[in-house]
Structures are given as structure tokens and as C-alpha cells.
């Protein structure tokens, strides 16, 4: 994003010398439109009801039928509105008309949208994604979401997403890079670069915000808005890296967590907001609250009613509120009655203002008719790019030279969701339309595949023993697609148990007995518990939920015209007790071993089904002579990859560290750093890969960083548990 001119921090200045009290507070305030209708209860109940199956979704619907939205005009009018959650560009140029040309000031609206993994064209989902490890491909997706949302007059994204994530039963997982800070931290910075630094026209750029801040992905259990507690080191060294790094690339703003951490919410922590994003990150955007979380803070028993609410907020930095009215009823009597400081609020509407003047609102409010339409058919640069991002995301978990498939193979397609257009865009995918969608089965028959569907079961159905026995009979070879519904992942979506939803278990185990060769393709938003399919199933493809482009995406990897290079940014479990289970542990004292009193479980296996970093390929890879070169600042790490397969194809050459011997526990292993290498058949390559100094340190539990002397374990390999190791003395 551009920065401020002087005459537009002048600008900004002048405004807020001449804005009323009514006015500042307009600005920190956020709605989404009012719905209203002849409810009997009120409009979030329907939500609810529906969300739960007391009503059907047609119920729901015929009930809308009679409802109007509300977009507050008159509160606008009086200037009492800076943001509105809405996507129809028509209604952001009405109520940006209004917003400019009929209240006093003409301060123009900050239109804001979930755009997690695209906008008209969806890409994976960030789980997904992150596994192509390809910094310049998110950066790629990040910058089309931000032109396709831009000509719809959003400019501000609710993303990146880039909590932390060690837990498979938490849903949101799927939305964010996964559970290694480190990669977290490379996604984070490229996903703003894409956003908001669009050089060859600064009218397509957006203001990214970062969410959810913070430790939201540590919640007890894996269970949704529940409570996290962690040390200090471990909310520095682990959750909070990734924001770290994305403030350091410019983020405009940030959105607070639902989560208490340590006893305080997110949506009230100072030391969070204030000491540490603001002061010691030095953060200059602002801060929004997520959907209710002010009121929630009456919920959770830190403030006793909505103005106490309120006051902490902002007290602790919150400068804009989502949805709740709190900050528009309260914050006046507050500041007047001298309960809170008019600093407060001063600095944050300057933070607001200072955004809005950034993306150009002030100069371009309103979107035209040309671009409204400009996407209502996707390019073919976008088309293309949603393909690559996909391929490269499919991360091959099994094959027992059951793949790739012969052009020539008759093929019986089974499971539901090979066929539902709308379960391949995934969680958060508000703006994806079903018409642009392509299905497994309808990707194999763009390749002209001989294939024949047949449904037989999906995560939620029984099984059509007709259809198992069609598709046994007639089929050389059986492809299921299995997984999750799109809602079974996603916000609100915590699952106890992360086997293979309903029967589809069953209908495997079906096929499998049939003697014929079986390919499970996974459609998922998490990681699974997969032990007996791994077991029993030849050939395993994670799929994830793709976007828009997936069934031509997972058909070119069937067949082999692409060689799958993806790697799981995320542990799976052997089973759903083990969670939750990450690469990255504090090392213990009795480290898990076959004897009784070691850390591990009686009746689960040690080890996860497939670790951190794991992906096969249609070629295998070697590595050789490992060797590490110390320089003043860097230690240089090289490796010899040689593809020793009869395919060319991309390898992710990861590097991993261990501090030995430290004044805290560190972890077992560290990603430090990585690099995507394609090499033909036979070809071998000398990879280096450099590791600063300065990233070999940690922060303690006074969050303080530290670099200590001593032995470090260095490790280059394909994963996080098949490498290469040397040791090496470091003095710094």
C-alpha cells in the first residue's frame, strides 16, 4: 500500500479537528445490515434453528422471502457508520453515496468481506495451499482475490488467517497455513505482499487483516472459541511469529481473537493489543474486534455490562467494533462522564483514517459499471492459476504402483462427493459460485477418462449397495472420493472424532474386498485419522477441497500428467486420541519409547500416520553428502538431490533444527527454512540453503529473545522425520 503524503496526513489532521464526538465514534463502528421480516424469533435464532435442523434450509429461505435488509441509512447519514459487511457492489456505491456526498465530513466508507481463499476464483483452501510451500503462489492468489474483490468495491480482506494450528479437531484449521511457525510466518508475509502491494495499479490493492489474534488456533481441546493458557516463550516463539512477520510486511490491520488467553480475551488484552502489536511490533493500522466479541466479554465475566465492555476495549486498543452497536450506544457517555480518555478514541479514528486515505477511498469511493462486470466471466490467467495452485496442493500419501492411472483404464468413479460442485470450494468460500465449479467426475470426463459414476455413499448417506455393486462389476480400477462436507470443516466445525465421517469407512471396506484395485481421493478440510485406510488402501490421495479448478487438478495427477509435489503443512494422527500431535514438541524427559514409563500412550501408536512435511511422488529422490559451512552471521547448509526415479518432478528440500542444550525446553525439531526444487529424471543438484544466525534463538518466558552458545542439531530432508543430520558447535 502507498504511504501517506503530507498533505494527506494533513488531511487526515483537519478532519479530526473538525469531527464531533457522534462523529469519531461513527468512524469505530462496523455493521453488517439489520434483516427484517415477520419473525416470530429473532433473525440470528433463524440462523441458529437452521444451523441446528429445527428449520430445513428451504424453510429458512421461504422465510427470507419476506424480509428486507436494513443498511441503517439514517445512522449513516448522521455520519455514524466507517465500515459495512456487505459484497453487492451496487449497494457499497449507494451507501458509499451517501457516506460522502450527504454527511458532513464525506468521510467514505471501509467496505470489508471474508475473502479467505479467493473471491469469484477460489483457490485451495490455506491448509492446502501452504503445502505447494511456493511463496510466490500465495502471493499470486493473494493479489487475484484482490483485483477480482476490488472491482465489487471491498477493499479489505478478513485474511490471511494465520493462526497456529496443532489440534486436527479444530474446523477453522483448515483456514489458516497450519501448525509450523515458520511457514506460517513465509505464507503471512507473502499473502499481504499479494494483497496490498498490487505496483502495476494501486486501485486493485486491499488491506489484508490478520487473524485471529492471538493463540486462537490453541484452543483447549480443539473445541471452537474455546479457552487457551500457554507460557509466554510458547505465545512468542510459536503463535505469535507469524503475525510478527506479516506486521514487519506492512499488514493494515488485525482482527482480535474470540479467545480468553490467560484469563483476559483477546477482544480486552493489552499486553496483546497495546505492549506488544502496537508498541513493541510497532503496528501503525488499526484493530478490529470479530463478530460480538465486545458483548461476549459479558459473557465471559471479564466486564459486567456494555459500557464496562466497551471501555476495556478500547482501552486496550480495539479501535473498531464488529457488529455489536457497543462502541455507537456507550462510548459517548463514557468519554463525557470521564471514564475513558478522548485519547482513545482520537488515536483510533487517526489509525482508521490514516487506512482509508492508504487505499484511496477518499479519491475513488465508488466502483463503475465496467468493473462490477469485469469478472462475471473468469479470465483464463485466473482459470489458469486456480489449476496450477491446485495441482500443486494434491500431496500423494500411498501408492503401491497403483498411480499413475493408464489412460486406457476403465475407471468406476464412487462416493458423493465426486460430484457436488459446491464441496469443492471449502470453508469461507462466500463468494464462489457453483456454476464456476469443477467436479472430480467431471474433470476425469474433461480428460476424456472411460468413467462411470456411480454415488453409492457420502459422509452423511447410507450406502446404495446397488450402486457398490455396479461400480465393482463394471470398473478395472475404483476411484472414491471420500472426506468431509464443506460444513463439517470451517468455524463452529470442531469434530470429536476425526475418522471418516458417517459410512464411508464401510463402503471402502466394501470396495476393497472386491480384489479390485482401489484409489481413495480425500476431500477434507483437516487432517484425518487414516490408519486403516493406509492399511488397507493401495493408494491415498489428500485432495483437500481445491477450489474452483479441482476436478481438472485432481484428474491431470491421476493420470499422471502432473506429478504430485504437495507436502501436509499439518500432522495426521494414526488416530484421534493423539491429538493434539505436532512435529515441532517441547523435548521431553522420558521421551516415548516402547518402555512403560516414557511419554506415550498404552493402547496408540508412537509415532503420527504421516508427519509434518510428508508428500510422495511419481519419482523418488535421494539425498547425499550433507555438509554445513559456518559464516560469521549464517550457517550454510547444502545437500546432493538427485531424482533417482524414470519421472521429472519437484521436491521440497526442508531444513530443520535442534537446540541441544538451552536455558528453556526447545522443541525437537524447527523448520528454518526450505526450497522447491524441480529436477528432470537422472538429474542431480547441489541445494543450499541458508540459515541466519539470528533465527536460531528463542524467546523466554519473559519474552525475552536469546541466543545461546552450544550444540545444535542441524537436519535436511524430505520431512520432518526422513533426514539427513549433522551436529555443529555454534559460538555467537
Known amino acids: ?77 448522521a455520519g455514524g457508520l466507517g465500515s459495512v459487511l456487505v459484497s453487492d457492489p451496487k449497494v457499497i456505491n449507494k451507501l458509499q453515496k451517501i457516506a460522502v456526498e450527504e454527511t458532513r465530513l464525506g468521510i467514505p466508507l471501509i467496505i470489508g468481506f471474508d475473502v479467505i481463499h479467493g473471491f469469484r476464483t477460489v483457490f485451495p483452501i490455506a491448509l492446502a495451499e501452504a503445502g505447494t510451500f511456493e511463496p510466490e503462489l500465495f502471493e499470486k492468489t493473494g493479489r487475484i482475490a484482490a483485483k477480482e474483490s476490488r472491482a465489487s468495491g471491498i477493499a479489505w480482506h478478513f485474511a490471511p488467517m494465520i493462526d497456529i494450528s496443532r489440534d486436527a479437531r479444530w474446523g477453522r484449521i483448515s483456514e489458516g497455513p497450519g501448525e509450523d511457525p515458520y511457514l506460517a510466518s513465509v505464507f503471512a508475509k507473502a499473502r499481504v505482499r499479494g494483497l496490498q502491494n498490487d505496483d502495476e495499479n494501486p486501485e486493485n490493492y486491499v488491506a489484508a487483516c490478520l487473524k485471529h489474534y492471538v493463540a486462537y488456533g490453541a484452543c483447549e481441546s480443539g473445541r471452537d472459541y474455546n479457552t487457551t493458557g500457554m507460557a509466554k516463550s510458547m505465545l512468542h516463539n510459536i503463535y505469535l511469529s507469524p503475525f510478527k512477520a506479516a506486521v514487519s510486511e506492512g499488514a493494515a490491520t488485525v482482527m482480535a481473537a474470540f479467545n480468553d488467553l490467560n484469563g483476559v480475551p483477546c477482544t480486552v488484552n493489552s499486553y496483546t493489543l497495546r505492549n506488544i502489536l502496537k508498541e513493541s511490533y510497532g503496528f501503525d493500522g488499526f484493530v478490529v474486534s470479530d463478530a460480538n466479541a465486545i458483548r461476549e466479554c459479558i459473557v465471559h465475566g471479564i466486564a459486567e455490562d456494555e459500557k464496562d465492555a466497551a471501555i476495556k476495549a478500547v482501552s486496550a486498543g480495539m479501535d473498531m467494533d464488529m457488529g455489536t452497536w457497543i462502541y455507537h450506544n456507550e462510548l459517548k457517555e463514557a468519554v463525557e462522564s470521564g471514564k475513558l480518555d478522548i485519547s482513545y478514541i482520537d488515536e483510533a479514528v487517526h489509525r482508521i483514517l490514516s487506512i482509508k486515505m492508504r487505499l484511496g477511498l477518499f479519491e475513488k469511493p465508488y466502483v463503475t459499471d465496467e468493473q462490477m462486470h469485469r469478472y462475471d466471466q473468469l479470465p483464463e490467467e485466473h482459470l489458469s492459476q486456480a489449476l496450477e495452485v491446485a495441482e500443486k496442493s494434491i500431496v500423494l500419501l500411498k501408492n503401491d504402483d497403483v498411480l499413475p492411472l493408464k489412460k486406457t483404464a476403465k475407471i468406476s468413479l464412487t462416493g458423493a462427493l465426486a460430484d457436488m460442485p459446491e464441496e469443492v470450494l471449502g470453508s469461507w468460500s462466500l463468494s464462489g459460485r457453483a456454476s464456476d465449479c469443477v467436479t472430480i467426475y467431471q474433470g476425469l470426463k474433461n480428460k476424456g477418462a472411460d468413467v462411470s459414476y456411480y454415488p453409492c455413499c457420502g459422509p452423511e448417506d447410507s450406502i446404495n449397495e446397488a450402486e457398490v455393486k455396479a461400480a465393482i462389476s463394471e470398473g478395472d480400477i475404483i476411484v472414491a472420493v471420500v472426506g468431509e462436507l464443506v460444513s463439517m470443516s470451517g468455524e ?241
Open 492 to 732: 463452529a466445525s470442531s469434530r470429536a472424532d476425526i475418522t471418516l465421517p458417517g459410512r464411508q469407512r464401510e463402503l471402502l471396506k466394501m470396495l476393497v474386498d472386491s480384489g479390485k484395485p482401489v484409489v481413495a481421493v480425500l476431500m477434507n478440510g483437516r487432517p484425518l485419522a487414516l490408519s486403516w485406510e493406509d492399511k488397507h488402501i493401495p493408494a491415498i490421495l489428500e485432495c483437500w477441497h481445491l477450489g474452483i479448478q479441482m476436478g481438472n487438478a485432481v484428474a491431470n495427477v491421476l493420470f499422471g500428467d502432473v506429478n504430485p509435489s504437495g507436502k501436509l503443512t499439518c500432522t495426521f494422527p494414526a488416530m484421534t486420541g493423539q491429538c493434539p500431535m505436532y512435529y515441532n514438541s517441547p523435548r521431553t524427559g522420558r521421551p516415548g519409547s516402547k518402555s512403560k514409563f516414557t511419554s506415550r500412550y498404552l493402547d496408540a501408536p508412537l509415532e503420527p500416520l504421516y508427519p509434518f512435511g510428508y508428500g510422495l511422488s511419481y519419482t523418488s529422490f535421494e539425498y547425499l553428502d550433507m555438509d554445513i559451512k559456518e559464516k560469521d552471521d549464517c550457517l550454510n547448509v547444502s545437500v546432493v538431490l538427485k531424482n533417482t526415479g524414470k519421472r521429472d518432478g519437484s521436491e521440497v528440500v526442508q531444513l530443520y533444527m535442534h537446540d541441544v542444550s538451552a536455558s528453556i525446553v526447545r522443541p525437537v525439531k524447527e523448520l528454518k527454512g526450505f526450497s522447491k526444487e524441480y529436477l528432470k529424471a537422472g538429474e542431480e543438484r547441489k541445494v543450499t540453503i541458508t540459515l541466519p544466525k539470528n533465527q536460531m534463538g528463542f524467546y523466554d518466558d519473559n519474552a525475552v529473545y536469546h541466543l545461546e552458545d552450544g550444540k545444535f542439531i542441524i537436519y535436511i530432508g524430505t520431512n520432518s522425520k526422513e533426514c539427513l543430520e549433522q551436529e555443529i558447535i555454534i559460538n555467537f
Open 1 to 77: 500500500m502507498k504511504e501517506l503524503t503530507d498533505k494527506q496526513k494533513a488531511k487526515i489532521d483537519e478532519l479530526l479537528e473538525k469531527m464531533t464526538l457522534e462523529e469519531k465514534i461513527g468512524q469505530m463502528n462496523q455493521i453488517s445490515p439489520s434483516i427484517v421480516g415477520g419473525f416470530d424469533v429473532s433473525f440470528e435464532e433463524l440462523i441458529e434453528m437452521m444451523t441446528d435442523g429445527r428449520i430445513s434450509k428451504e424453510e429458512f429461505e421461504h422465510m427470507m422471502e419476506g424480509a428486507t435488509q436494513d443498511f441503517h441509512d439514517d445512522v449513516n447519514r
